[in-house]
């Protein structure tokens, strides 16, 4: 419907004011002149663009671990590289001139920098950790209280679908009502569903005129249509007969209004009773309404209220294309309203919602709820997806904040409504913050972005879900927005991701992102074990105490690019562990991907056993072997502690499969659910890499290598099944013993 643009601001809001045209406005009649207040970003538009698409600022958080791994990784390659290039400086050049030259120091920290250089090229992205999801579940079913005279249904009808913006999609007329296309918000294509199922919505409409409509919006909370008769029929289907009979075709207006019924409930003076016949509005008959309601919105229906009102068109002073026009409707409606009938909406959450919720609560995520809902409403459907568990008497409100931020909380749940908003003192959102479950009923756009920003303030990881335009800015400011297939386009864009048919996949999404951020433990503790480890010791030893170097810097090359590379590639395939869902979201500040934990694991236990290890291997030659030349005698060493390398590394990607679960809970094979077939290939691949650079004799001539006696197979073999032995009776204890000493320090 055409609206009169006006030179004076009636609205605050830029959406709601008659003064401001938005790009695509209609120029109906009528001639003006405009002045540009906004152009590009700084328009509605333009902002609303902007929001949402403007990158995220800032890293990820997966993305901020990596950095910080890669930095401690060259932080620790140029340490060594310039303690070698002070020893040799000040000591060796000194002391012993032909021990290395230079251009051996520069083989040297090429060679030191070779273990570190696979780690360095690490690349993820994902948001893991601690997120509050919001939902607003939109299946909608009409309920009402049951009338006892026909014509109250007539008039509880007519109201419903007079006041009503939905409207029926013709190409699907013929099908059954339930399976009739409306286009509408959820909450008119509930109503208009109910009133077609009492009688034709279109004969009403054929007998009302619309001469003027307030659509609803999230400020005033109501629509109103002001009506007039076009077939006499029409008032015997909308109005009581007394009513009717004074009812002036001419000279008289129907005003209907539909919204909340605490916004709506003080502006009525009169009551259509249950015979059809209107009775005064006393305080007996409100506080009657008022228990219908409250009793309703804690079943979990949404309430609303229709009421009608007489005006005679002499009380308007414009006509309804004018700017006043609204401004008059709006007056008319404060006061005088006959309050029709109540319409409670059953707000269906999805059948699988109960389930996730408990599933993501038992990961230790905590769920907020945020709904335009009446708190009452919000609050049993909370109750009943699992979103709120504790009683109602142990439900606060926002009189429980105060300025004592240390207080102890009774209770972990929280409800609050729009209109109780914290104040902006940081304490306020700070303890409101430490609840563990929260509704926030009536909430507006504004405060739906709020939430997530003060939440992110207090360094955690938000998850937001959302399927409308105003959703956009709150789904494009959380750590991960989501978005529903059935959603706007806007929503869509705005989110990081889209359910497209069942809320099991937010449970997918969590698990598989906790298991990205342990697969990537795990692929960095295979790989500094013997990458930064065990190829770092034969280098340190050489220069620092002029042993030997038992491995040469193309086998540390073959180690980091052939035999390591391919295994680690593999536990990037690891399947969930078990416990993976029971677990806390990580503290993005205390729990990194790499700290002192994994350090331990890494160079304190599997990598000081795999060193140990080679370089006995490698210091007790075998009998029969050519002792007659000092570089072969170093190339058999180098070769030897190469397979030992190679094949202890095998049993080590065994025990780093899983962090706290045992091989048998987890085998690598023979369960499908659990195991990790990728694996056998690429031991396989380590193998015939070895055969080819250390069998093939113009290779051995190529790179000085040798060929390894069968029993430096067997050696190898023998310490990685202890190491394996070992982390699984590690593990056992962490197990069994949760809160031991070996838990504490376990990875």
Not at 146 to 155: G, N, R, S, V, Y
Not at 245 to 259: R, S, V
Request: aromatic share 10%; proline share 5%; net charge negative.
């Amino acid at each position: 419907m055409p609206i009169a643009g006006t030179i004076d601001s009636t609205d605050d809001n830029y959406l709601e004011t008659h003064c401001i045209g938005m790009q695509g406005t209609h120029c109906m009649s009528g001639t003006g002149t405009g002045i540009v207040v906004a152009t590009g970003d700084q328009t509605v538009f333009g902002r609303m663009a902007k929001l949402t698409n403007q990158p995220s600022p800032g890293r990820t958080t997966l993305e901020k671990e990596i950095f910080r791994f890669i930095a401690l990784i060259v932080s620790l390659m140029l340490f060594w590289i310039i303690l070698f290039v002070i020893i040799w400086a000040t000591y060796l050049r000194k002391k012993y001139p032909s021990w290395i030259n230079v251009p051996l120091l520069i083989v040297d920290c090429v060679s030191v920098s070779i273990p570190f250089m696979p780690l360095i090229f690490l690349e993820n992205e994902m948001h893991v950790g601690e997120f509050s999801i919001g939902t607003n579940p939109r299946t909608l079913v009409p309920t009402l209280n049951e009338p006892t005279k026909l014509h109250q249904f007539d008039q509880l009808r007519a109201i419903a679908g007079l006041c009503n913006a939905g409207e029926f999609d013709v190409g699907t007329d013929h099908l059954p009502l339930n399976e009739r296309k409306i286009n509408g918000d959820a909450t008119d294509q509930a109503i208009l569903r109910f009133s077609e199922s009492l009688g034709s919505v279109s004969d009403l409409r054929r007998m009302w005129r619309k001469n003027f409509e307030l659509v609803f919006n999230s400020n005033n909370k109501f629509m109103i249509r002001v009506l007039a008769l076009a077939e006499q029929e029409g008032l015997d289907v909308t109005l009581p007969a007394q009513e009717a009979q004074h009812f002036d075709k001419d000279n008289d207006l129907l005003l209907t209004i539909k919204g909340a019924p605490e916004i709506l409930i003080d502006r009525c003076s009169s009551i259509t009773g249950d015979d059809g016949v209107t009775r005064l509005f006393d305080q007996h008959t409100r506080a009657t309404i008022e228990e219908i309601k409250d009793h309703w919105s804690s079943q979990g229906r949404r309430v609303i209220l229709l009421a009608r009102k007489i005006v005679p068109q002499s009380a308007f002073r414009s006509l309804p294309s004018s700017n006043e026009f609204e401004s008059e409707v709006t007056t008319l409606a404060t006061s005088g309203l006959n309050l029709v009938g109540l319409v409670g909406i059953i707000d269906q959450p999805r059948d699988e919602i109960p389930e996730v919720v408990g599933i993501l609560r038992g990961a230790g995520v905590r769920l907020f709820m945020v709904t335009g809902d009446f708190k009452r409403t919000a609050q049993a459907i909370a109750q009943e997806c699992g979103i709120i568990t504790n009683p109602p008497g142990r439900v606060h409100d926002i009189t429980a904040l105060s300025g004592n931020i240390q207080q102890n909380l009774e209770t972990s749940t929280g409800t609050l409504e729009s209109h109780q908003e914290p104040t902006r003192q940081s304490y306020s959102w700070h303890q409101l913050c430490r609840y563990d479950e929260i509704v926030f009923a009536r909430t507006t756009p504004e405060q739906k972005l709020r939430i997530v920003k003060e939440l992110q303030a207090r360094d955690h990881i938000v998850g937001m879900t959302g399927d409308g335009v105003n959703d956009a800015p709150s789904l494009k400011a959380a750590d991960i927005g989501i978005a529903l297939g059935s959603g706007s386009d806007i929503a869509i864009d705005a989110a990081d991701m889209v359910l497209l048919e069942s809320f099991f996949a937010i449970v997918e999404a969590l698990q598989y992102g906790r298991v990205v951020f342990d697969n990537l433990k795990k692929t960095i503790t295979y790989l500094l074990q013997a990458g930064s480890f065990s190829e770092f010791w034969p280098i340190l030893l050489n220069v620092a105490f002029g042993t030997p170097q038992v491995l040469s810097s193309f086998l540390m090359i073959v180690i980091c690019c052939f035999t390591d590379c391919v295994a680690a590639t593999t536990l990037s395939h690891e399947k969930p562990e078990a416990d993976v869902l029971q677990r806390p979201p990580r503290n993005t500040k205390k729990d990194k991907l790499v700290d002192w934990k994994l350090i331990l694991q890494a160079y304190g236990f599997l990598g000081m056993l795999e060193t140990v290890s080679s370089f006995a291997v490698a210091f007790c030659l075998p009998e029969g072997l050519s002792q007659d030349y000092v570089t072969q005698v170093k190339n058999e060493m180098s070769s030897i502690y190469f397979i030992n390398i190679v094949v202890m590394q095998w049993f080590s990607l065994m025990a780093v499969r899983t962090r706290r679960l045992s091989i048998f809970q987890q085998p690598p094979a023979f369960n499908k659910t659990r195991q990790n077939l990728y694996l056998f290939p690429a031991i396989l691949f380590a193998l015939v890499s070895a055969f080819f650079f250390l069998y093939i004799p113009p290779i051995q001539t190529a790179v000085d290598t040798t060929s390894v006696p069968v029993e430096c197979f067997f050696l190898p073999m023998t310490f990685g099944s202890g190491v394996l032995f070992i982390d699984e009776a590690r593990k056992w204890a962490v197990r069994t013993w949760p809160r031991g000493l070996l838990a504490k320090i376990a990875w």
